[in-house]
């Protein structure tokens, strides 16, 4: 069975910064390219970043809207991908998806508010 | 980047008819288009993958279909349980893109 499980999120300040955590079973996570995604109070689902696999040299790539101020990583041998976001806005308050395209995790809630 | 075009934004229907929701894309993409159905309090579920290829578990009342950069998910007897926002995304090229949704609801 397919897990995917998100943590590290909560309440930040304006400005502050934090890392989610996305642990995955029960599929081949090597293969696959991983990506965050996320969704505003009220909004669709905006793409926020991608790391490739290692056969693509661990590539990322990044939405436009956050470039400089997020990371995507990955730990193969933890089946693990990470966004650490910085200068946190509150526009950045979402629910952010661990996500292949193929399976989905529950979502990880982060507010941004002082 | 490429945009997603999903129209209506939303509608409503009756149990047992047949639905079709629209996605057309501003370039082209080849079939490199999802479908994704999303209920309150859950993560997307894929529906459609590569245009028109039904994703494991899907019922079969679902269909994708594509003509030129205009593509379609139409399920061909609503039920209840399909009342959801529906999303496409296109990951053909960079940053993958997704549409506005299509919010679905029984009438």
């Known amino acids: 069975e397919v897990q995917i499980l998100e943590t590290g999120g909560g309440l930040v300040k304006p400005g502050g910064s934090l890392r989610l955590s996305c642990a995955t079973s029960g599929f081949n996570f090597n293969d696959y390219f991983m990506n965050w995604v996320r969704q505003a109070p009220g909004k669709g689902l905006e793409w926020v970043a991608q790391?490739?696999?290692?056969?693509?040299?661990?590539?990322?790539y990044y939405a436009e809207s956050l470039e400089g101020r997020v990371t995507i990583s990955r730990d193969d041998s933890k089946s693990s991908v990470y966004l650490q976001v910085s200068s946190l806005r509150a526009e950045d308050t979402a629910i952010y998806y661990c996500?292949?395209?193929?399976?989905w995790g529950q979502g990880v809630m982060v507010t941004v508010s002082s | 980047d490429i945009q997603l075009t999903q129209s209506p934004s939303s509608m409503s229907a009756s149990l047992g008819d047949r639905v079709s929701l629209t996605c057309q894309s501003s370039?082209?993409?080849?079939?490199?288009l999802s479908w994704y159905q999303h209920k309150p309090g859950k993560p997307p579920k894929p529906m459609i993958y590569y245009a028109t290829n039904l994703a494991d578990g899907v019922p079969s009342r679902f269909s994708g279909s594509r003509s030129g950069s205009d593509y379609s998910l139409t399920i061909s007897s609503l039920e209840s349980e399909d009342t959801a926002i529906y999303y496409c995304l296109q990951y053909d090229e960079y940053p993958p893109t997704f549409g506005g949704g299509t919010k679905l609801e029984l009438k």
């Open positions: 790391i490739r696999n290692k056969n693509y040299n661990y590539a990322t």
């Open positions: 370039q082209g993409i080849g079939n490199y």
């Open positions: 996500t292949n395209f193929d399976y």
